[in-house]
């Protein structure tokens, strides 16, 4: 009798959980990160209240991994092959997806801090939370690099599942009434309660690491299709076969993300009436720690296992994150080359480089700042790409064969969701509302300067090398005179000024190599530094080294520019001026302290790179049909006089 009941339920599970596994993948890298960084301070502030907002932000997210599921399981393909074939500028999804997963190492670093914070309680005072967080991204490397990251798997599936178990028979020690945890699914909005709210839509149910699912179980489907079992999916049957499967999956993740991050907010009301911490006390990481030890500290051992559980939850974590990341961004870059007509190396070869990348952005997380700090900051910005994506997996819906379509209830919801993340996002990035729109508006007059000068002769002069040193001195006078503009236009808010000074030098540094960059970069660092304020040595610096650095760009790429190398370029400046030569400006000149840099770093990061990143790509947008800049101006030349040639009579 029992030996029927087991082959049942094995004939069970296989029938229903064939693609079980991604799911709780799923899990892990969304559940620890909204919880630490958001649900214990929620809880300890409103309590329960705020439940519902939890699984409204559930539902949208369950419905976007549902529609790339759909996808994946209909046409064979992770939702990253799809992002070349999108309408509009070519390669253009591919793109900012590359740009997405760069920005998402910083919260994948900050991940590691926490991992490393964990470990160093449960080791206090032997090793530095630095030289541990360096040690575990090595190791990260090191599982990575043998493949045997795929046994965990499982293992973080038992693990994420002990974490919810213990988190709640921890609970059950302390009096929750019944009303209290039913209320908070009724909707109220406690006084002050606004912007926790905006934390938990953006945060909870994590966002682009949603897109990781569609690589999960593309993986899933051609291991099925190695086994030689049945994997047709372009057909009807197995589609509907198979989804249900899928769905329970998704479903299962989402249900240990709702139990985990309601767990964690209740560990943060519970908190506060156990310990010496007065009610709506800033919960730092250290404040953070210390509740959860009080709160186990009950249990035997209790505290120790739960720092070690979440310790290697969130390494777990990093390592499927980054593992399915460079997964994606290898495929998307490869194909992109295949598309321009490239030798490409193979997709492994791109896998290693893209994590070498990976862990350069990583450890500049380890120096920078606060990991609770970092992944809010991350956060807003991935909620805005979240929605932008949302809105493409709606597109990419529409293609589907009619059985593998969402309904019209997925779609209402997807496009309420994908609306409301993106304002969302902005409402939480407030320095990018009050600072960053205003910015675009006035960065818009050196746009339209921008488009003029390339109507002129100066302009074909340089970017067809055969500009005079009077014509470099007019590009030098005319480029740092935009500069200036940049930082006098710049808005004050204390000592800092958000500004649009590298545009101007970057665009003089593409197209008049090093020392009209450099040269215009000086006068508008000239003018930025007599403006004074803490950050005014560091930032002087970086408008010159903004026109060098393009200008070294240049002649690197041999002349060619695209719109998506200008928007990395002016990004990699922006990220070297923000998060290295101003802070070791600040602190070496005793300007500025580590909390003030810090402080720097956050309100600015979001909103000047944005704005210089727009002006530099606009700027590539109107001169992309010039292929070769400073390469010879018969090129130029001929170039034109081909394309007048092969118009036909009547147009001539």
Known sequence: MSDSLLVRFRRWFRNNFVFF?????LAITAAGEAGVTEAIEIGAHYGLALTWVVIITL????????????????THQTIFDALNTLPGPKHWGSYLIIFSYLVEMFAIGAMLMFCATFLDYLLPGIYSVFFIAVFLLILVLAVLRTSSYEILEPVMAIMITLLAVGIILCLLQFPLSFNLLAGGLIPTIPKGSEMAILAILGVVGSGLNLMLYSVWLSQKTKNREENKM????????????????VNIDVLT????VAIVTIGFMVLGYVGYAVSFMPHGAEITLDTLITQVLYIFGSIPYGSYIFLLFVAIIFFGAVVVGMDARARALSTVIHHMGLDRGKKMPDESKLYKLILLVFSAVIIITFIIANPMTVIRQISALSAILFGIFGFIVIYLDHKLPNYAKGNRIWLVIMALGSV??????????????????????RML?????????TKTDLFRKLIGGKATAVDKLWAVGLFGALSVYGVFRGIAVGDLIFNFSAVGPIVAGLLGGPIVGGLAGLIGCIYRFAQGGSTAIGCSLAI???GLIAGFAIHFWKGKVTVFKAAILAIVIELIHLLIIVPVCGLAFGTQTMPEVISTITSTLLPVTMVNTLGVALFAYFVKEYQVFAEGEHKLFRRKK????DKPKEEK
């Open 445 to 453: 007059v050196i746009v339209v300067v921008l488009f003029i000068i």
């Open 230 to 245: 049945e994997c047709n999916l372009q057909n009807e049957s197995f589609f509907r076969k198979y989804i249900r499967s």
């Open 420 to 441: 409301l993340s993106i304002y969302i996002a902005l409402l939480i990035e407030s320095s990018f509302l009050v600072n960053g729109i205003p910015l675009i508006e």
């Open 21 to 25: 596994g991604p799911g709780l993948l």
């Open 642 to 645: 081909k394309e007048d040639k």
């Open 544 to 546: 010159l080294i903004a």
């Open 253 to 256: 993740g989402f249900i240990f």
């Open 59 to 74: 539902v949208f997210k369950y419905a976007f991994t549902n529609g790339i599921a759909r996808y994946t399981l209909a």
